[in-house]
């Protein structure tokens, strides 16, 4: 089946710092990345649709400048999270659809970001 | 805006009973896809169903099914044969050949032994 990493898996940093997180589909070429966070026991809320070589589309209220984008290729996009604080703390998880499938998601296995 | 409303915040089964989860979803679309996602305390999500909504047949996995009311855009799960590693949270989601999903606010699943 469809596998989706990510890297790290929890990470520890000092408030201010910058923190990259990645995303890699292992066995398919995903044309369209999503990037979600989610708060204990609540649902995912979406932050961002990145797309293989194009600028990812941030949902409302998300900010561009504060977590950056990128989806370099068809197996790996990054989210780094800049001048993190604690209020950024979170779990963040990201999916990946096949080409051709748009409508099917394969949910890495998270990250947990811990900002001190 | 598409929306996903799962009524149920928690639930409890007994191990090897049957039970069943609700959702609900509005949306004007004709062609979308509704899935069952399964989180476990791993937080790892993992698909459990999808049913594609021009297809009448309700989908079925092994001890999972659905029961998919389209005119009444209503897809609920039913977990037959409860088991122990069942509990979970489970949500429901909505997607299109767009990608975008839209999730419900999940449904706490308990087994008791």
């Known amino acids: 089946g469809a596998v989706v990493s990510q890297h790290p898996s929890w990470v520890i940093c000092k408030s201010g710092t910058s923190v990259k997180i990645e995303c890699r589909s292992l066995?398919?070429?995903?044309?369209?990345m999503f990037w979600y966070r989610q708060f204990p026991k609540q649902s995912l809320m979406l932050m961002a649709t990145s797309n293989e070589g194009s600028k990812a589309t941030y949902e409302q209220g998300v900010e561009k400048d504060k977590f950056l984008i990128n989806h370099a290729s068809l197996t790996l996009s990054t989210l780094t999270v800049t001048s993190a604080h604690p209020e950024d703390s979170s779990f963040y998880i990201c999916?990946?659809?096949?080409?051709?499938?748009?409508?099917?998601?394969?949910f890495g296995p998270g990250t947990r970001l811990l900002v001190l | 805006a598409q929306t996903v409303t799962q009524s149920q915040p928690e639930m409890s089964v007994q191990e090897a009973e049957t039970v069943t989860l609700s959702c609900t979803y509005d949306t004007s679309e004709s062609d979308y896809y509704l899935f069952w996602y399964k989180q476990p305390p791993s937080r790892q999500m993992i698909l459990v169903i999808r049913q594609e909504a021009y297809k009448q047949q309700n989908a079925t996995e092994n001890r999972f099914s659905v029961n998919f009311q389209k005119a009444a855009k209503s897809f609920s799960l039913k977990i037959s044969d409860s088991q122990l590693g069942d509990a979970a949270m489970y949500f429901c989601?909505?997607?299109?050949?767009?990608?975008?999903?839209?999730f419900g606010d999940g449904t706490t699943l308990t087994v008791k032994p």
């Open positions: 066995d398919f070429q995903a044309t369209t």
């Open positions: 989601a909505y997607n299109t050949n767009a990608g975008k999903s839209t």
């Open positions: 999916s990946a659809s096949p080409a051709g499938s748009q409508e099917t998601q394969y």
